[in-house]
Each structure stands twice: as structure tokens, then as C-alpha cells.
């Protein structure tokens, strides 16, 4: 189970929408590369872009709802920053970028920290330097939204959760995808969930 603040999120309980094993088959019936080198490498899916902007793919299907994403993503040494993943997204054929989308990541956002952001407009951002990143080391990585309640969970932990007071319409906006940053990262064991949680109440005990 994982939790943040008022919910219990139930991984194992929520339905699979996507869980294709990484294949050369999977990768081209099932991404799309708009910007960056992504290509299959193993049991991975290797992103590379050596550019200051995001290079990116998304997943083909639509992902309507609240959703999580959760999957094992690694930089690859020397590339020491920016693994970063989005749900609720859409794609800007007109100005050939990432339009409204939810961006989660690691070690990103030019200080090394993680964060989650609300594109485009990127008014709305958190963020925090005090997750320990070890560059080429395997992380467990589950993001995603509840009603504009988003949360990145590393390897079960919570490293961060923000609240959205307007919220993305997920039934509109339906796309989930990846972004290297000036970054060459690997993700692998990708699955799209629609999240199963339950409220959970939240007081203290007296201590005094």
C-alpha cells in the first residue's frame, strides 16, 4: 500500500491498462517518439537527447481516469540527472511539443531535485533537493494523480505529493509518456494502472 495524505493507494489492487514487456514488437506498436533517439536496448527502452528541451515519447493507447505509472528507470553514467514522466498528457501537434500533461521526475529541474510540475503553463511546480540520487542505480519509480492529488513514490517511499486546485480533466486529457532532459535514461517493466484507493482518515493522537 501507499499512502500520502488522506488516501491509501492499493497498487496491486488497480486494474492494468498497460504492461507490455519491453520487445522491438512492443516498442513500435505501442510508442511514439516525437522528439529525442529512443530505441530498444535489452530488456530496456534507452532515451538519449543531448538537447536543453525535452525529448520525448508517449505511449500510442489513451489513458483516460486517474492513473499511476509505475516502472524501473536508470541514467545511464555519465548522465547524472532527469528521469521524468508524465500521465493526464497531451501532445501540441502545432507547436511540436508536450501540451497540458502532469511531469513527474528525478534529479531534475536543474538543482537535482525531485519534483512534479503542470505543463504547460508551469505555473503550478514542487519540488525538493533532499532526495539522495545515486546516478546508474535502479529506481522503482510510482507516480501518477487522484483528482489532481499527485504523488512520486522511489522505491515505496514517498519523496513528494502536491495538491492541484484545478485540476487536470482526465477523461480530455489521456496520454502517458517519458522525457529525457539533456539526459540519457533507461526505463523498463512499464505499467499504466487505474488507481484503486480507499479515503484514509488522518488525526493525531494526544501526546500531552
Excluded at 499512502?3 to 522491438?24: A, H, Q, Y
Aim: glycine share 12%; aromatic share 12%; with cysteine.
Amino acid at each position: 500500500m501507499l499512502r500520502i495524505m488522506k488516501k491509501e493507494i492499493d497498487p496491486e489492487g488497480s486494474k492494468v491498462l498497460f504492461g507490455e514487456p519491453v520487445s522491438e514488437h512492443c516498442f513500435g506498436a505501442h510508442w511514439k517518439v516525437h522528439s529525442g533517439d529512443w530505441r530498444v536496448e535489452g530488456e530496456w527502452i534507452t532515451g538519449r537527447n543531448r538537447e536543453n528541451r525535452p525529448g520525448m515519447m508517449f505511449l500510442r493507447g489513451d489513458f483516460p481516469g486517474d492513473v499511476l505509472v509505475d516502472f524501473e528507470a536508470r541514467t545511464v553514467p555519465p548522465s547524472s540527472h532527469d528521469i521524468n514522466v508524465m500521465w493526464n498528457g497531451s501532445w501540441d501537434g502545432m507547436k511540436n511539443e508536450r501540451g497540458t500533461a502532469y511531469v513527474a521526475g528525478l534529479e531534475g529541474w536543474w538543482e537535482g531535485k525531485v519534483g512534479i510540475e503542470k505543463s504547460p503553463e508551469y505555473k503550478l511546480t514542487a519540488g525538493t533537493p533532499l532526495f539522495d540520487f545515486n546516478p546508474g542505480r535502479i529506481y522503482r519509480i510510482q507516480t501518477g494523480s487522484i483528482g489532481g492529488h499527485c504523488f512520486i513514490f522511489v522505491d515505496g517511499g514517498l519523496a513528494l505529493e502536491m495538491t492541484d486546485p484545478d485540476p487536470i480533466d482526465s477523461n480530455r486529457f489521456t496520454k502517458v509518456g517519458f522525457e529525457a532532459y539533456c539526459s540519457h535514461i533507461q526505463v523498463r517493466s512499464v505499467r499504466v494502472l487505474a488507481v484503486a484507493w480507499r479515503p484514509l482518515e488522518m488525526k493525531y493522537a494526544a501526546e500531552f
